[in-house]
Nanobody, 123 residues
């Protein structure tokens, strides 16, 4: 069983920066790829970024060049730094974990999800 808890969401102005964090439970955390998906009402969840325990990363098209994913295996945390935010980045962001490669998580999410954290980009 893996438990994921997100934090760091909120309201930010266009062009601003926000960093999301996800804390994972259990020693098996280090074996899993971690990532972020996001969802807006009426739409499917969209892949944002992922990272393996060895630091391999993969980004969705919406995140490339603006977002950076990182993880701390000692602290069992993964972070998503989001720069140059746009109104279209507004969504609920979900932490995801699974026994996958970073690239595979971009196609099929892992089995475990956090509860989600709201990000609103608005002036």
């Amino acid at each position: 069983q893996v438990r994921l808890v997100e934090s760091g969401g909120g309201l930010v102005q266009p062009g601003g920066t926000l960093t999301l964090s996800c804390a994972g439970s259990g020693s098996i955390f280090a074996l899993y790829a971690m990532g972020w998906y996001r969802q807006t009402p009426g739409k499917q969840r969209e892949f944002v970024a992922s990272i393996t325990s060895t630091g391999e990363t993969h980004y969705g098209n919406s995140a490339k060049g603006r977002f950076t994913i990182s993880r701390d295996n000692e602290e069992n945390t993964v972070a998503l730094q989001m720069n140059s935010l746009k109104p279209e980045d507004t969504a609920v962001y979900y932490c995801n974990a699974g026994e996958l490669s970073a690239a595979a998580m971009g196609v099929t999410p892992g089995n475990w999800w956090g509860q989600g954290t709201q990000v609103t980009v608005s002036s």
